[in-house]
């Protein structure tokens, strides 16, 4: 016989988030990542409020060249701006652009990726075709043809990095339709007269939200070193506005003799850059453990 009053144990049902969440925290690099972009984030955002001086204002021209110091943490430029307040703006551009040609790139992907996933045949032809042409044309090197037809700007870089960032995104949400589209669920929908077009936007996509989240990610560092790259090269965001790919530019001249005007920024770019990949990298094998074989 059972004892009446032993206690009643129940199996708590754990959802597949919270095993993608765990898997997340026991992938450190990631964690660090996400931790790091996360303090770059909200240094962009309260960037007025950490920042002792204006980032265009050339108010310290007799201390041009100035190294770093406890009045000027990273010194100052060769313009007598205050370098420290120029590097804090710069990730508010350098993370505002990847963010934005991110968002744009999944909207993009999302609809042709769902389009070639599920109708195949034709359709999926002519949308892979369109992919191996925008494969195989470098990103640089037409970003520099359309950067100096335009003349540079927020606009045109986040339509040069949409442009090329959808390709991924597409064919992540491509593959994980292509997965679902046999699966009961689909064919009981398809059984019950439901269209195509509901299909994809009520259980399709949906269940592709995390290829959608990892391509959204992964979109952003390469939006951002496009951004540095095409203000490198001078056709990118227009001066005074600081981004660290014109500080780069910049420092380079004084880089010998005064070390912090191309360090810092360089510094900058790498470290936003690696998190993001990282933390992209953690969320992508979080998401789908399935890519690391377990």
């Known amino acids: 016989m059972t004892d009446a009053t032993a206690p009643i144990t129940t199996t708590r049902q754990r959802s597949p988030l919270w095993f993608a969440w765990r898997r997340f925290l026991s992938n450190k690099a990631a964690v660090i990542g996400g931790v790091v972009l996360g303090i770059l984030i909200l240094m962009a955002v309260f960037a007025p409020l950490i ?3 204006n980032p265009e204002a050339q108010s310290f021209l007799t201390e041009a060249l100035a190294f770093p110091s406890a009045a000027h943490w990273f010194g100052v430029d060769n313009l007598g701006r205050d370098f420290y307040s120029r590097i804090v703006y710069g ?11 991110a968002l744009f790139s999944v909207l993009v992907g999302i609809p042709l990726g769902a389009l070639a996933g599920y109708f195949g045949g034709r359709t999926d032809w002519v949308i892979m075709r369109i992919i191996e042409v925008f494969s195989v044309v470098p990103p640089l090197l037409a970003a520099l043809l359309l950067g100096a037809l335009t003349r540079g700007g927020y606009g045109t870089i986040v339509f040069i990095a949409a442009l090329f960032g ?6 992540l949400v491509r593959a994980q339709i292509k997965a679902f589209r046999e699966k009961e669920f689909v064919r009981a929908a398809q059984a019950l007269g439901a269209s195509p077009w509901y299909i994809i936007r009520r259980h399709l ?11 959204f990610v992964l979109a952003i560092p390469m939006a951002m070193m496009l951004e540095a790259s095409l203000s490198f090269l001078g056709v990118g965001v227009p001066p005074p506005t600081p981004t660290w790919g014109q500080m780069i530019n910049e420092g380079i001249d004084f ?21 993001t990949s990282l933390f992209g990298d953690g969320l992508r094998d979080a998401l789908d453990p399935t890519l690391k074989g377990r």
């Open 51 to 53: 920042t002792p001086y």
């Open 91 to 101: 990730a508010r551009v350098s993370l505002t652009i990847g963010f934005t040609a």
């Open 166 to 171: 959808w390709v991924n995104v597409c064919l």
């Open 205 to 215: 996509i949906p269940n592709s939200i995390s290829p959608i989240i990892i391509g």
């Open 255 to 275: 880089m010998f003799f005064y070390w912090h005007l191309a360090v810092f920024p360089t510094a900058a770019l790498a470290i936003t850059v690696l998190a």
